[in-house]
């Protein structure tokens, strides 16, 4: 009744707060509602191993020409996956990084192209020299007889150095294409299985099991595979998904490098609310350089090694429903109210103490 009420105006101010605090919370809590969380568990990944992955790639390379960059899917045994759906296409860039392609060129993967070339011009010399490789009175009349002359002797030939080989294909094809790069995209889908996909130089074959690259004599510092990493994803994208490789930019100005991503790829699911089930890849990356200009084995080239985890994260998409929301603007507007009530009752008391104290010390 308001022959109770004692009218203040630290009561009008904690009123006021109370009020405005009230409201700021159940806009608050109405956009909690209004949006949607999402809950993450963790637990063993039981799909089956005959599963595709989908690999979508843009990878640009500064300084390596087209014509001699070939794509590779291997298993960690180190042989070429079989039935791989594929769909891969390579642009050529000038020095600028500019287009120079009329068309996107499609290219294949695990190509076994090397073969013997046939376009060894003889020389019009009766016996041609074989650099040292030989014993006088042997003659070396064509690249290839240098190469084997040096293969024998176990030397690395540098065949742009060898008159027989000034027609060789590939010293004529790296000269023309010099400073050109390559832009490289597109898909595959390879088997649930460690393995790695790599772009590298060189016509691939099978030797003795094992995959290899014949770069036809040529220095393998002579290739620089600098890069730029435009994008790498497994499998379909979904909301707060991240790629971390994404705008990764690996350049060194010198050639002879082998750039290795090894990966960790971690099966995904997504549920959304209306019911929708995505399953994806979600990866962690550690990167390592490798210089092959002292003799190192290796490539140069982009080596993404990846293998997957035995566990699976699953996301699920949740709202809040009506009758907790409601609760919870009676709590918000209950607890404001009494917490406003005990602060007005707290400032009044003590107002009023303070104010006898003051009289009664004037009296006496």
Known sequence: MDDFRVKTLSGGLVTLIATITIGLLIVLETR?????????????????SDERVHIEFD??????????????????????????????????????????????QKIEINQNKTSVDTTDLVQEVKCGSCYGAAADGICCNTCEDVKNAYAIKGWQVNIEEVEQCKNDKWVKEFNEHKNEGC????????????????????????????HVHDLHNLD??????????????????????????DGKVNTDNRGGIMYQYYVKVVPTRYDYLDGRVDQSHQFSVTT?????????????????????????VQYEEF???????????CAIVGGVFAMAQLV?????HSSRYMKNRIAGGKLT
């Open 32 to 48: 909690q509602f209004l949006a949607t969380d999402v809950l993450e568990h963790l637990f063993v990944d039981s799909t089956t």
């Open 59 to 104: 990878i640009t390379f500064n300084k390596l020409p087209c014509n001699f960059i070939t794509v590779d899917v291997m298993d960690v045994s180190s042989e070429a996956q079989d039935n791989i759906n594929d769909d891969i296409y390579r642009l050529r860039l000038d020095a600028e990084g500019r287009n120079i392609s009329e068309t996107a």
């Open 183 to 210: 832009r490289v995209y597109g898909t595959v889908k390879v088997a649930k299985v460690a393995g790695n996909f790599h772009l590298a130089p060189g016509d691939p074959h099978q030797a003795m099991r094992s």
């Open 344 to 348: 007005d009752i707290t400032i009044y």
């Open 288 to 312: 390592h350089k490798k210089d092959l200009g002292f003799r190192q084995s290796g490539l140069p080239g982009f080596f993404l090694q990846y293998e997957f985890s035995p566990l699976m």
């Open 319 to 329: 709202r809040q429903s009506l009758a907790s929301f409601l609760v919870s603007l």
């Open 220 to 245: 393998p510092v002579k290739f620089d595979a600098s890069h730029t990493v435009n994008h790498i994803s497994f499998g379909k994208s979904f909301p707060g998904k991240n790629y971390p490789l």
